[in-house]
Every structure is written in C-alpha cells, then in structure tokens.
C-alpha cells in the first residue's frame, strides 16, 4: 500500500524518475536524500490519528513502504517490526520476513500440517490455488508486485455502468422544493380537516 501511494504521488509530481526509492528491499531502514540541482524530494508527515502506534502496527508497515517508495518521511526504525525493545537492537531480516509475508506461508504450512481442510480453503482458497503454499511461493508473489508496481503504478480506469443499472441508494432521495412545499400543504389539508371532523 505504501509502495503504491509513493510511487503514485512522484508520478503526479513528475518526480518519479528523480527519486526511484529503495529498490531492494530488504528490511533495511531507507532514508530519501535530495538529489542536488534537481527539485526536492516530496517530504510528508505520518498522521496516525486515532490508531495505536504499537511497535509493528500496520500503519508502520505502510511507512516504509512509502519510504521505499521514494517519499521523504522523517522517522527511525523503533516502531518497525523486527524492533526489540529490551535490548534496543532493529532485525532488518524480521521485517523483510514480514514484508514478503513469510508469517503468512508458515501459517498455511501450519494448517497444513494440522490437516484443517475447512479453515486451510476458507482463509486461503486463492493460494491454493495459484500453489502459493511454501514460504518461497508467496515471497516470488510480493516480489511480482513490488515490480508490478514500480513498472506501472497507474490506478486502472473503472469499468462503465451497464446499460440501464440503477444505482443502489441507502437514503431517501432528496425531495425538489416543490415536492417539499406540496408535502407541507397536503400535512395542513389533513389537519384542517381533522380538526373539522372533531368539531
């Protein structure tokens, strides 16, 4: 997600090609510098509102993809997962595993392993059958994206309505002025006339 919002903004920017971002990921904290005599690098802040900053939240996780990316994003690495806050030292192989989902492929191996069919095609059907079941299998998948993304970042144009398709509405549709003062006048008629029926 980060990646892709990065590498989506340089292009907007017309800076993508200027600041390429880290092209090889490997867990490593990745800091953007400014390429001198050419426009600086796009610097944003992270804002994570109401969420819970834990030490390997997802909201961290998207970071570094957007620094990888090639956004200038002022932070350290103590929020990373792979951060060990006893002895203050930052595993730049944990986070690369979990980058390129290995936390994913040895769940599936466990489940696997366990024989539960039911959970093992409800959670991961799609893998199964793309025979995305090994640790290397769903590793060569995020690796496909990650150049996916970096060779076209582009979001794809929707697909046209088909002809005659109603849109589904949760609310009421908003009533014209008209409408709005007819109602009215029919809600005193029926008044008016209730009370007549009292007297």
């Known amino acids: 997600t980060g990646l892709l919002l990065a590498r ?11 600041y390429a971002g880290n092209e090889e990921i490997n867990g490593e904290d990745y800091n953007v510098e400014c390429e001198p ?36 994003i002022p932070h350290n690495e103590k929020r990373f997962y792979g951060y060990n806050a006893e002895t203050e030292k930052y595993s730049p192989e944990a986070h690369k595993d979990r980058i390129f989902g290995k936390h994913v492929a040895d769940y599936v191996i466990k489940l696997q392993g366990d024989g539960d069919e039911d959970t093992l095609k409800r959670q991961f059907g799609r893998y199964l059958e793309n025979n995305l079941t090994s640790v290397d299998g ?62």
């Not at 989506?8 to 200027?18: A, F, N, P």
């Not at 690098?41 to 909201?59: E, K, M, P, Q, W």
């Open 37 to 72: 005599g050419k426009p600086g690098a796009f610097t944003c802040y992270l804002d994570v509102g109401l969420a819970r900053t834990s030490t390997g939240s997802n909201i961290f996780g998207a970071m570094k993809g957007a620094t990888d990316g090639g956004l200038s």
């Open 138 to 199: 769903i590793e060569a998948m995020y690796q496909q994206a990650h150049a996916a993304i970096r060779r076209n970042c582009a979001a794809q144009p929707k697909k046209e309505r088909k002809e005659g398709a109603v849109k589904k509405r949760w609310n009421p549709m908003r009533l014209t002025h008209a409408q709005r003062t007819n109602k009215v006048a029919q809600k005193k008629e029926n008044f008016l006339k209730k009370i007549e029926e009292l007297n």
């Open 8 to 18: 989506r903004v340089l292009k907007k920017l017309q800076l993508d090609t200027i």
